[in-house]
């Protein structure tokens, strides 16, 4: 290892200074890496416990051993700057973490987006939301400050035979409302009819007129960034069906899709992509989301740079709430993509060559 060998009985602290930097980050790795006892470390190093203890203390003074606390309240201002260049007219909240564990980085986010939602709100808007594990993240931790009763919340896309809870969207609308007082609205009706004589018959009531009517003003949306429909669907289910078949437009053309929002699929342009399924979705139609004034939209894992790119290109989204690793890595694909064509990273994704 090219160190030289301390003896256990150099405790003191003037003894410190003569550690090699190469034993000192040897320790701190042992313990904080590898998540070793004192002890442990000193037996495999053949030092006292308590030689370990200096080191270590040494380590932080060297600034070999850093401490972050990572406040989700804070923001990358930097990354954010970054992103605007390319999006001036979205706001972009970039929320610091170092971690690429998903589940971590959606409550980081998640936490963010809260406060974001509060700061926007105002009461007598039509609020609506989405389904998804982002979405059922806010509305179950979501505290309102401030009671808007003459607000409306309504679901942006139809029902799910999924037991999951993220996916019942009338509760979360129930859950939301609930936390400020508002009037919810319900869809009694699938998110994906089965056939589209079905859809017909569901689009013709007048429970759903209402809810389309509704959709047409919405004031605020919330909703998360989806991912492309490679592993699954918009709805949670496994995807079956061959990708080179099923995204083949009426003009022979392959457009795939790099993620979706409230159920509604779009390419890595920004372009909505249809097909037989998207045609009887109930759901907010893609340009009713264009339309609405304050969309926030939240973004959490590496899986979904591609998506982001994309959803930022649809003009829908007005303010993203994204983790700091992946609004950095969509800034590092928009700038890729000034001198490379996008859709062969796509292709890939899908396997498609």
Known sequence: MGRRRISGDLTSEDNVARY??????IVSKLYYLSQLKQ???ASRLKISRALVSLILNEAKRMGIIEFKINDPQEENKVVAGQLAQFFPDISFVVVPTASKDEEVLREFVVSRAVEVINDQLINQEIIGISWGRTCYSIMSSFTARRMSPLSQIVPMVGGSNKNLPRFQLNELVRNFAASMNAQPHFIHAPALPYSQED?????????????CQLWKNINVAILSVGPPPITEEFDGSPVAEPFSERWVGADKQLSLPVGNLSARYFDIEGHYVENDIQR????IPFEYMKRIPKVIAIAAGMERVHSVVGALRTGIVKTLVIDELTATAVVELL?????????EDVRRMYGIM
């Open 20 to 25: 090699e930097t190469a034993l000192v980050v």
């Open 335 to 343: 700038e890729k993509g000034r001198t490379y064509d996008l859709h």
């Open 199 to 211: 859809f017909d018959l569901f689009m013709q009531s007048s429970s759903m007129k209402q809810i």
């Open 39 to 41: 002890e442990e470390i």
């Open 280 to 283: 009887r979705i109930i759901g």
